[in-house]
């Protein structure tokens, strides 16, 4: 059926009529991308019934496009959380062993633990992640990424989360009724309570726009000077190889007037459009990287 909405906004002086078809809306809570050929992105919106089998799944498909996996992002933020029992087997699809939550409620009999099991590992253990969180970050999504802190299994970065860290059981009554009540709170491994303090971030990250000043970089580099001194081994090199560089393909413009360099748009496959201008993973994948050269100079040492 149809339904007509009547919509104000700031910017308008007379109210907005918008026809809209009702209609039952499935939502994908768990999706994968590859950034480059090293870094698997992986974005939690919510947490349902699938969302680990989802999340299982679609980091399966994009393994093929990951050759040099060196580090994983996992997105919380806006996530407000969901089943109790997803939030722990996401945090076991990183954790090797060691508690992930537990609740407590008024009788200390009644607390009850919930751990990681060994062998349910998504990544290895010598891969780093990083997990983005924010403001709009509760519930579930808190307690996968205080799990993740406490074990120093991840990084978190990004803003303080929401600090929802209370359970609620919902209580049948008759004649159709129900009450939802709060029962518990919830811990960290650590002990730390969520509750009206949420999760602090590893590090702070606000969301931003960065945009480039062109023209400003006035210095003129040593490539620049006259007489300069030239670079003995690029002259050898060039020696060495004087025809490289002289047998690129040509570069093509298709029917929409964007360029084809020959690989038939898997380029475009790898990063999404929009993933150039989150600043917050941009950074998290700025950081997973650099992890990484480290650990190389380190072992190279």
Request: net charge positive; no cysteine; glycine share 6%.
């Amino acid at each position: 059926s149809k339904v007509k909405l009547t919509v104000f906004r700031e910017d308008t002086t007379e109210p907005l009529e918008i026809t809209v078809t009702r209609d039952v809306i499935k939502i994908k809570s768990a999706r994968a991308r590859a950034e480059g050929d090293d870094i698997a992105y992986l974005r939690v919106t919510q947490f349902t019934e699938q969302t680990t089998d989802l999340m299982r799944e679609e980091f399966a498909n994009i393994k093929k496009d990951l050759p040099n996996l060196r580090g994983v992002v996992l997105d919380l933020r806006n996530n407000p959380g969901g089943l109790l029992d997803q939030s722990v087997s996401i945090s076991d699809a990183f954790l090797k062993q060691g508690e992930v939550v537990s609740t407590r409620e008024r009788n200390p009999e009644k607390t009850k633990r919930y751990s990681a099991i060994s062998g349910n590992e998504l990544v290895a253990d010598d891969v780093p992640i990083v997990v983005l969180i924010n403001s709009g970050s509760a519930s579930a999504s808190e307690i996968v990424s205080g799990a993740l802190q406490d074990h120093k299994r991840a990084i978190i970065m990004g803003t303080k989360s929401f600090g929802k860290g209370s359970v609620q059981t919902v209580i049948p009554i008759p004649e159709h009724g129900a009450i939802r009540l709060t029962t518990a709170r919830y811990y960290t491994p650590s002990g730390h309570s969520i509750q009206n303090k949420g999760i602090i971030p590893d590090i702070e990250v606000q969301q931003a726009k960065i945009e480039s000043l062109k023209g400003n970089d006035k210095m003129r580099s040593e490539s620049q000077l006259r007489k300069r001194l030239e670079n003995l081994q690029d002259k050898k090199e060039k020696e060495k190889k004087p025809t490289e560089g002289k047998e690129k393909k040509p570069t093509e413009k298709n029917g929409n007037g964007s360029k084809n360099n020959g690989d038939n748009g898997n380029e475009s496959k790898k990063t999404d459009v929009d993933s150039a201008d989150d600043f917050q993973l941009q950074r998290a994948i700025d950081l997973l990287r650099g992890l990484n050269v480290y650990t190389n100079i380190k072992s190279e040492k």
